[in-house]
DNA sequence: TTGAGATTCAAACGACCGTTTAATACAATT
DNA sequence: AATTGTATTAAACGGTCGTTTGAATCTCAA
């Protein structure tokens, strides 16, 4: 049994160890992946103990699990603040507020409800065991959000494959801008500007659009 | 100095132990990247003695580097056997061609000519040194390509902003369905079957061409 | 003031890391 | 047979890893 009342009783009275040490492993996890930041990293960066790690979340494992929670989370709420607003649009608005609203915030190295991503990325290349909840809960209600709206642009079923396809095409070409460390080192110009984001969006939107009503004549 | 005769001698007249080591460092480096592999793991692999690595590749680093040399050209001349192919045909049917003989080797996982794209991913979430070499030998001359076809199909120059962005639209499509990790382990019903990925070529097919073709009419 | 529980801390634990060393084994040439 | 240069080997080096330990320090209730 760690701890669990908030914090009543504590050495100092400023910003408690737990909250100093959950935002900077969200700070480096993001950045590095679960293994590539060591917990005297964080504790170092957090200006706490070594074991005040395995004293708050049991260990480097459950620090994680904490992170990644409360990056869906804010990720999740994000979502919410601009999606729900265009719920009674066509359905071609509603896929320009979505890109519109998504890419801005999956380019920002500094939008905290995109810290999620640079997480997944170094799950895909190195899976860690909360890989299938982030599946669950971070990417999935996204597909079928998109699901939803594409397949009214198709007029078909939600199941049907090309649904899926679209889904992908358009995921895929916002995922693509968001930004690591390699494009930052190896390619000049990167990561783009907001002007040119803003530009990129409506590409995307244009590009995309065009697509889908050339499958939906398909098949 | 280490050794640079091929092996006129050697202990034993079986595979040279460089060989036996290259080809154990790529498939793990492959699958776990740089740092997600030790010198001993490798050397087990190979049935070679940890101390190998230092003297025929001067350490861990000038293995990774002889691994994704070795990566970069299987992959580039993997692309000369269908490209060189297409060279005159019209600019829609050289986009097939590249996407219909690039998809199914991006979505193999045994495909030695997309190996690279592991060590690529690995790169993006954590870069080695070797990441601006991996930049300018493995992906530019392939954007290089794709912004040849896209420039015609846009009719404008190679340097408009258009271009660029048609290219990530496709390019971004095709990389998401390299497999990764995560997804196998996350979700079901993947990696895809080949029926299913021929289905998928055809569809990034139409849906970027109708895209390029909404583009081509703005701006 | 005293006791209990929560929190912090320096130090140490065993395991693994990349690399180095020095001795040895081998084949080909003197 | 002796020498030379290449290749392999077990062992050890210093360092970092995640975690544990046990004592010290703090807050708050009795």
Redesign the pocket.
Known sequence: ?????????????DA???ERLLAAATRLFAQHG??G???????RAA??????????F??????YRAVVHSAVQAMRSGDDAFLTAASDASPEEQLRTYVTGYLPRIASTDDRTAWIHDLMRHEMSDPTPVAPWIAEHGILPRIEYLAGIVSKLLDCRPNDKRVARCVVSIQAQCLFYRPDRFRTAAFKGWPLSDAELAAVADHIVEFSLAGIKRIATRQ
Do not use: E, Q
């Open positions: 049994m760690t701890a669990r009342r908030p914090s009543p009783n504590a050495r100092r009275p408690a160890t737990r679960f293994g930041v060591s917990v005297r990293d964080i504790a200006r706490a103990n070594v074991a005040a790690v395995n004293y708050h049991d260990g480097k494992l459950g620090l």
